[in-house]
């Protein structure tokens, strides 16, 4: 149903329509307004963060017709805890397609067993 990829710079243009969404910022962490450059910061961190292991995001995208379907996040990884705390966000466009459910069962699994949590 979805295909994943690791979120880097060229993810960018699809997630900075999703900044202005009222349902992403009601439910994130995002600022509101967000600022200029935000959405190629944001992602920038999670690029740096995938090389300590402390944070990893991936883009989402539905294998029918290639749209994005929403970025499954890590945002808070305790590589020494063995601890996680995951999360998702879901574009206007995908939602009420089963991607935010399909994303967080991927990303547990992933979070198990390709990172070995022990918690998430």
Not at 16 to 38: N, S, W
Request: glycine share 10%; proline share 8%.
């Amino acid at each position: 149903m979805l295909r994943y990829e690791p979120i880097g710079a060229r993810h960018v243009p699809l997630v900075e329509p999703m900044l202005d969404d009222a349902d992403v910022l009601r439910f994130t962490g995002v600022p509101d307004p967000a600022p200029a450059g935000f959405a190629e910061q944001w992602l920038g961190r999670y690029v740096a963060a995938r090389a300590d292991g402390t944070k990893e995001g991936f883009a989402a995208f539905f294998e029918d017709d290639g749209a994005l379907a929403g970025l499954a996040l890590a945002p808070v990884i305790d590589p020494e805890g063995r601890e996680m705390e995951l999360g998702y966000m879901v574009p206007a466009p995908a939602r009420g397609r089963g991607a935010a459910t399909a994303m967080l069962r991927w990303l547990t699994r992933w979070a198990f067993e390709e990172r070995g949590a022990l918690r998430v």
